[in-house]
């Protein structure tokens, strides 16, 4: 409920709308005579509310229903398509090629494009990841196509190429498409947020909880920025309404860490203890995509670097890029095996990727490697950067 209108949210309105369709496609979605637009609309429905609540387990649900559906329709483009884009969530991008190629409409489709070009991306084909974005764009230019080689441009350091692209994919959008644009404002809030310019970043931030009010990943953002200010009290009391509402352990080892930053040591080991029972529950049931995260959690929480080299190999098995590079890097790092840990991070550093954070650990290895006038050019050009780089952030 907004608190100034003493009305629904956007969020839960639209959430609420999700909601009554799944009542009442519950009991019919499977039953005989079977119906496969019934079936295929029941499943996106729980794929829909799983992904706007970011709740796993929703997503867990939505999974089973979106296999069901097709064990009884057989190869439909539009089930396999929702199957690919929760597979690539789940970081199950085996997965995904499988689902692309399941059904010939599909396989040819603008959208299965777009996703291979992000594929390419997670498995470090940067030139043809940008080619494909690039492709998408001038065949269907619209404001996801748009984002996706934003993002690779932010990543790979041209922030004012990713800025122009992200106005041009809001110029994209209606005025039906205001979850959408609040996305989107969101991605240019962490593109100043990333660079140092809080006022900035938080305008954007507002300006998405405007536009879509009650997202609880705007309020997750406007946190964080919080704590990359100081203001850790506004966001310890913003995290914890985010906690409450999303059952999410990468919530909880950032709350403990902003606990860890107050001085707050028991709360701190609490929500850090909170998130690694999760994240290992994650990976007993055979789940992937938390092994980024336990590469961090042992890397900077618990300072474990045998436990982080160990998550960072698993992870890099799956998506060998710049990002998994730099994190087994890092956790190399933290194992005392420091000219390996400068070859991996070189081997980040090779796919143009640039970013305070990369260049800031990067310049920590290679001091530690004996590389002093790279360590110290590393640390400066972090610094050139975000000079706030060292102040509070999330792992994303």
Known sequence: ?????????????ELGRIGEEISELRDTAFAAPFDSERATRFAYRLYQRASLTGDF????????????????????????FVKANLDFKFHRLADVKSDLDMDAGLRDSLQARAIRADLDFQEGRYDDARAGYEAAIRDDRTWDNLARLAYYKFKMGDSDGAEGLYAEAVDELTAKEMRHYSWVELQRGVLDLTSGRYEDAEAHYRRAERAYSGHWQTAEHLAELFGAQGKLEEA?????????????????????????????????????????TAYLDSARR??????HHLVDFFADVREDGAEAVRWARKDLELRDNFSTQAALAWALYR???????????SK??????????LFHQAGKIHLAAGSRDE????????????????????HR
């Open 348 to 357: 980040s550093l090779a796919s143009g990727a640039k970013g305070a954070h």
């Open 286 to 291: 055979g789940r992937v995509h938390y092994y």
């Open 236 to 276: 310890e009391a913003l995290y914890r309404k985010v906690v409450a509402r999303v059952p999410r352990p990468e919530l909880y080892q950032a709350l403990g860490e902003l606990y860890t930053l107050m001085g707050e040591r028991e709360q701190a080991e609490a929500w850090h203890e909170r998130a690694l």
């Open 57 to 80: 387990a929703k997503l867990e649900i939505a999974e089973d229903a979106i296999g069901r559906a097709i064990a009884q329709v057989g190869n439909a483009a539009d089930l396999y």
């Open 375 to 394: 360590g110290n050019r590393y640390l400066q050009a972090a610094a050139e950067i975000n000079p706030h780089h060292q102040s509070f952030h999330v």
């Open 335 to 345: 194992a005392g095996q420091f000219d390996e840990a400068r070859a991996q991070v």
């Open 1 to 13: 409920m907004d608190s100034k209108t003493n009305k629904p949210t956007d969020f839960e309105v």
